[in-house]
């Protein structure tokens, strides 16, 4: 589940102290969640600096109920449901780059493959809540809203890889992609392959979305990558200092949010790591005017 009372052997915890690092670092959950949560966190950040920078955060939206419809698709098809999240985010995200006019994929396509998926999503809960693997409906649950202190051993080491993975290749492609998104025609006619990074970064958004869904749930994982980035852009206005600040933010909120969660378990940590990305953001909005620092 999304608070401490879900997790094995936190009935202890619940009612003590922080405790300290030593406290923390000799938990397993904890360790598995604030490692994880650092990788999946700075994967968001990088990724969402991009989103926020191509307008593209309507996408983000969208492929949050696709990893709602996909956890689900895989938990009713009595599969795994980390094959459903990804799968489905991945492929659906190449998916709208395909189906998309120019250099991004258009709203009348994210717009109509978002409503698709709600309604695959209803079929899907239904088709699971009612049969006797969903009768508790926790993991129907657990998607929504993230089980980030829930993560095992094996669930945290695949993360991280591939969370790892998403920061690399967005490294690797941080500098065509950072002109092709302000300028495509140019980019274009320097023969940058617009087209192949569009392609490339919206499934990095899709693996991303996935990643987030463990860590802040379905329904919350766009403040994941676009709080952090909005106050990034608002606080600097060099691009590659602004993804790295992005990412930085993104880290602070997750460990800054699991802290929370964990001195106070009646607060389930997607709220508190959401609620601290956008105190930051609302920071940055305050120290800044017209979108420039004061």
Do not use: K
Request: net charge neutral; hydrophobic share 60%; aromatic share 8%.
């Amino acid at each position: 589940m999304t608070s401490l009372a879900g997790a094995p052997g936190l009935a202890s915890l619940a009612g003590g102290p922080l405790g300290g690092l030593a406290n923390i670092a000799s938990q397993p959950f904890l360790r598995y969640a604030f490692i994880a949560g650092a990788l999946i966190a700075a994967a968001s950040g990088l990724v969402g600096y991009f989103v926020v920078l191509r307008s593209q955060v309507f996408t983000g939206d969208a492929l949050s109920h696709v990893a709602f419809t996909g956890a689900l698709a895989a938990l009713a098809a009595g599969a795994d449901l980390l094959v459903g999240l990804y799968g489905a985010c991945v492929l659906v995200a190449l998916a709208m780059a395909a189906l998309g006019t120019g250099e991004h994929a258009d709203d009348t396509v994210i717009g109509s493959v978002f409503a698709w998926m709600l309604g695959l999503g209803t079929l899907f809960l239904t088709i699971y809540t009612t049969s006797p693997a969903g009768s508790e409906g926790t993991s129907g649950v657990n998607v929504l809203f993230g089980t980030i202190f829930g993560l095992s051993a094996g669930q945290a080491v695949a993360d991280s890889v591939i969370a790892a993975g998403v920061c690399a290749a967005i490294v690797v492609i941080g500098r065509p992609l950072l002109f092709a998104s302000i300028d495509a025609a140019v980019a274009s006619a320097r023969r940058i392959p617009v087209r192949l990074l569009d392609v490339v970064f919206l499934g990095l958004v899709g693996v991303t979305a996935a990643a987030a869904t463990q860590a802040v749930g379905a329904l919350l994982l766009l403040g994941l990558l676009a709080a952090p980035a909005g106050a990034a852009q608002r606080l600097t206005a060099r691009p590659f200092a602004g993804m790295w600040l992005s990412g930085g933010i993104a880290v602070a909120s997750i460990w800054a949010g699991l802290l929370l969660a964990y001195a106070a378990p009646a607060l389930p940590p997607s709220f508190t790591i959401l609620a601290t990305a956008t105190g930051i953001y609302l920071a940055a909005i305050a120290l800044t005017q017209n979108g420039r620092p004061r």
